[in-house]
């Protein structure tokens, strides 16, 4: 016999199993071997974590009791697949354009992008998944009681009871998930890890039940007639005795559903899909698979009823009857492969609902907070994301830990599976409009959702707790406040349906009168009329028009700064780079295209879904994005919407030229702010350098009062010239601060520009000579008459003139003065033949205190301010002109100053 030390050591160690395969696929992924982990056969196999322990078990119990009511569970599944074609494509293709992440996304994502409903979707799963946890932990905990009949005997794991082993199982399921199904926050980078394992479990499971189920056809018994034999000896009628009755209709109904809308499936079936074909596969791979799982449930429901003893659980069958012919082998595979169809739903299940927990409670709750969130450095939101899902899978697993907890005593459990199937089934309404009705409005989905799951909590969840709590019972039997018409199991005096029947009559019907009637009633707005297009003609939409979008007015760094939080630095910065979108300050007028933020909102959306991406992205600027084909094609069916579309338009307009002011007057301050800590900077390092000389130089000649002459003249004379450049440094300061301040007195008046020039050239001509450098001047015009002050424009050449001397160290120097009318412009080039600037001076050329840096080691570092340029560019500026650095004649740098004529200016 088996004992509890080993039994629960061999479930650890299958537990390490799975941790190993896990692993071993992840790496494998990493290094790109993942071929057979995205092949068809290990899709297919995935899928099958719809084939739960209650399927393992509990089809066998279902069997006994109620005949080939168990089919219906398969059934409806089988169909989905059969046709996959119809529905499970359109929705995988949806699901892959729009970046979907689990089926509150989705239907998020077509109604509006409403976060609301994503809320209420999320929260009914976690209300309707919990249950179905706890009869996972059930099953575990049962199965380990069962197989393990050797209680006591010195064993040191005999003594744990059901809560202990199911907390074990929750534990140990939960580290898993964290483990392999929170590394990052891309769904489309699939779980593969994950997916491998649950692959694993479903052939453990799938071989596991047909041995079991030959052993005992025709190892125990002699074929299918013998045990249909000894069942009808046993007095057991094998008959249906209502076949196709209301009961297997609605089981038909909710597994056809639940196939779709249980948040595992939806994942591992559409989510986790990384090529429609594999759907055609799956069509035919993934019935074949269940029906391989039916086969011999019958057959060993009859045989267990006809030859275990009375009062024998029917449920476990499947382990008692290898137990009952000496087959412990037998029966500990048996063990893990319910043990496997169990685990297997927790992690996917608690995975899924992760997901949808992070994306739309958790990150919308953080966003509304304020802007502190995208704050928190590179891949600050994914690092948010993955640490709220984590907590989530524990949560999760503990709240069906505490439902196992609070009904462990009762029987539940037992029909747990359907009250679960009956609870996502509401979703099932809203996402068949969403797919197929372009009419279907958001108020609609919620409030059928909404009315839905409260009927089916009031008819089917709340009376699973009359076992334990005998106030739920009296209200069970009698109403609330003594009302019979709102008996939960007898609603408005409908009495004698199956409790099953009821529940899911009740609540699909008010579920679908709510969707119809709020839909037929309500307007939608634009982006609901968009998306509705999106997805129900997701086959004949033009996807590049889909891109095409009206957008805001956010800049290029500002987007980015988003995409970096959600996808780290190297996947945003891919993302820009592959689109050609330049980033920092020469990017702040680059308009960012329609395409490329649709694109961005897919990227954020397979992270953070839907309507989270669309929130982070509105936040920063990204209005609310409109279809130009669709606005057309709206805006065609009726003059209102003409209208309506006219005004949207108009409306965006001035957004954005707003935004657009806004966002320029806020660069403006950043530049500024800049600018005056650089000043401060600057004036600080140069009023420091002379004053420091000034004062070590004084301190020796007051301390050293025996110095030679000679020596004691150098000092002097080196204080006189660090006190002329601490002068100089003030007076350009001055000058400086008056031109940007608009202070001192400007001569502006009609000036001929040749005269000032030639004035500027007989300046500058003495220092030429001393440097054997030759100055030509070839005057063009005649006579330039223009606006200006004639002594402060003669300081702007005698400057560039001076600086073109002073820098030139060419072996035969030539420094060249060009001047000519041109387009209406006064045009002065000055250029030389020396070295030139290099080219990462260009753009702060005529910064403040900007002085180029010799490109040879030994070259001497130059001695002016750097102010120079900065004021002759201010004068030009204040003249309504421009100085720029430009190619030139000779091979140095030329400068070029354009001043408008006296004519063109307006009077």
């Not at 009628?237 to 196939?259: C, Q, T």
């Not at 505490?402 to 037992?414: C, K, R």
Request: proline fraction near 4%; charged fraction near 15%.
């Amino acid at each position: 016999m088996l004992s509890p030390d080993f039994v629960i050591l061999t479930a650890v160690a299958y537990v390490g199993l799975l941790f190993v395969i896990a692993y071993f696929s992840d790496a494998q992924t990493r290094r790109g071997k993942a071929g057979f982990l995205r092949s068809p056969l290990v899709y297919t196999l995935s899928i099958s974590v719809y084939c739960t322990s209650w399927t393992f078990y509990g089809a066998v119990g279902t069997a006994a009791r109620d005949g080939l009511e168990f089919m219906a569970v398969y059934m409806g599944p089988t169909l989905v697949f059969v046709g996959w074609w119809f529905l499970l494509r359109k929705l995988v293709w949806v699901c892959h354009s729009q970046g979907i992440t689990s089926i509150a996304d989705l239907l998020s994502s077509r109604f509006g992008k409403s976060s609301s409903l994503a809320v209420l979707v999320t929260l009914i799963a976690m209300v309707t998944i919990t249950p179905y946890i706890a009869l996972q932990l059930k099953a575990i905990a049962t199965s380990i009681q069962t197989v393990s009949s050797a209680r006591g005997h010195g064993d040191r794991l005999a003594g744990l009871d059901d809560v202990s082993l199911a907390l074990g199982a929750a534990v140990g399921m939960a580290l898993f998930s964290i483990f392999f199904g929170t590394r990052n926050v891309d769904v489309r980078e699939q779980h593969l890890g994950v997916v491998a394992a649950i692959a694993f479990e479903a052939a453990v499971k799938l071989l596991a039940l047909i041995a079991v189920g030959l052993f005992v056809v025709f190892g125990m018994s002699g074929g299918f007639g013998d045990v249909y034999a000894r069942a009808v000896e046993a007095g057991f009628d094998i008959h249906e005795r209502e076949p196709f009755g209301s009961r297997w209709i609605a089981i038909l109904i909710l597994s056809s559903s639940a196939i779709l809308c249980l948040p595992r499936q939806f994942h591992i079936t559409v989510i986790e899909n990384s090529n429609e074909e594999h759907l055609r596969t799956a069509g035919w791979a993934f019935p074949a698979y269940l029906l391989l799982m039916s086969t011999f449930t019958l057959p060993i429901a009859y045989y267990g009823l006809a030859t275990m003893p009375a009062g024998s659980n029917p449920d476990m069958f499947v382990l008692t009857l290898p137990m009952a012919a000496g087959q412990d082998g037998l029966a500990l595979f048996a063990f893990i492969g319910g043990f496997s169809s169990a685990t297997s739903m927790i992690i996917i299940a608690s995975i899924a609902l992760s997901i949808m927990v992070s994306n739309h409670i958790v990150l919308p709750l953080a966003l509304s907070r304020g802007d502190k969130l995208v704050e928190t450095g590179e891949k600050g939101i994914a690092r948010l994301l993955l640490r709220s899902r984590r907590i989530s899978i524990a949560v999760i697993l503990l709240m069906g830990f505490l439902y196992f907890w609070l009904t462990g005593e009762s029987d539940a459990l037992a029909p747990i599976g359907l009250i679960s199937f009956a609870g996502v089934a509401q979703f099932l309404p809203a996402l068949l409009a969403a797919l197929y009705w372009r009419q279907a409005h958001v108020y609609g989905a919620l409030s059928g959702i909404l009315i839905g799951t409260a009927t089916w909590a009031w008819t089917l969840f709340l009376p699973s707790f009359t076992s334990s709590s005998p106030a739920i019972a009296s209200l069970v039997a009698n109403g609330p406040w003594g009302l019979t018409a709102l008996r939960p199991e007898a609603l408005f005096g409908m009495e004698g349906l199956d409790p099953l029947v009821h529940s899911v009559f009740w609540s699909l019907f008010f579920n679908v009168t709510a969707l119809i009637f709020v839909s037929l009633l309500a307007k939608q707005n634009i982006m609901e009329r968009v998306q509705s297009g999106v997805f129900v003609d997701i086959f004949r939409a033009d996807q590049g028009a889909q891109t095409r979008v009206i957008r805001g007015s956010a800049t290029t760094d500002e987007i980015f700064f988003v995409a970096e939080r959600v996808l780290g630095w190297h996947r945003a910065q891919t993302l820009f780079e592959a689109a050609n979108i330049p980033r920092g300050d020469h990017a702040l007028d680059v308009a960012v295209s329609s395409e490329f933020i649709a694109r961005l909102e897919r990227e954020l959306a397979s992270s953070i879904g839907a309507a989270s991406a669309h929130v982070l992205l509105t936040k920063v600027g990204a209005d609310d994005r409109i279809s130009l084909e669709e606005v057309m094609q709206i805006a065609g069916e009726t003059q209102q919407a003409i209208e309506y579309s006219h005004e949207l338009e108009e409306k965006s307009h001035k957004l954005r030229l707003t935004a657009q002011q806004l966002q320029e007057a806020n660069a403006r301050l950043h530049e500024l702010h800049r600018q005056k800590d650089d000043f401060l900077s600057q004036v600080s390092h140069e009023v420091r350098t002379p004053m420091t000389s000034i004062r070590s130089i004084s301190q020796i000649l007051l301390r050293e009062r025996d110095l030679d002459p000679d020596r004691r003249s150098r000092f002097i004379q080196t204080i006189h010239q660090e006190s002329a450049r601490l002068t100089r440094l003030l007076d350009g300061i001055l000058d400086m601060s008056a031109l940007e301040h608009g202070e001192g007195t400007w001569d502006i008046r009609p000036i001929d520009g040749e005269t000032v020039l030639a004035r500027a050239f007989i300046v500058c001509e003495a220092l030429a000579r001393q440097h054997a450098i030759a100055v030509e001047h070839h005057p063009q015009v005649p006579d330039a008459q223009i606006l200006g002050d004639p002594d402060r424009l003669c300081q702007v050449f005698i400057n560039i003139i001076a600086n073109a001397i002073a820098h030139n160290d060419a072996k035969a120097p030539v420094v060249q003065v060009l001047s000519r009318v041109e387009g209406g412009k006064y045009v002065v080039d000055i250029a030389d033949n020396g070295k030139g600037i290099s080219a990462e001076y260009h753009s702060n050329i005529f910064d403040k205190f900007m002085r180029v840096q010799p490109s040879d080691a030994g070259a001497a570092v130059p001695s002016g301010l750097g102010l120079g340029l900065n004021i002759s560019y201010t004068i030009i500026q204040k003249m309504n002109g421009r100085l720029e650095l430009v190619d030139g004649p000779l091979e140095g740098a030329c400068f070029r100053i354009t001043l408008p004529l006296s004519e063109s200016e307006p009077a």
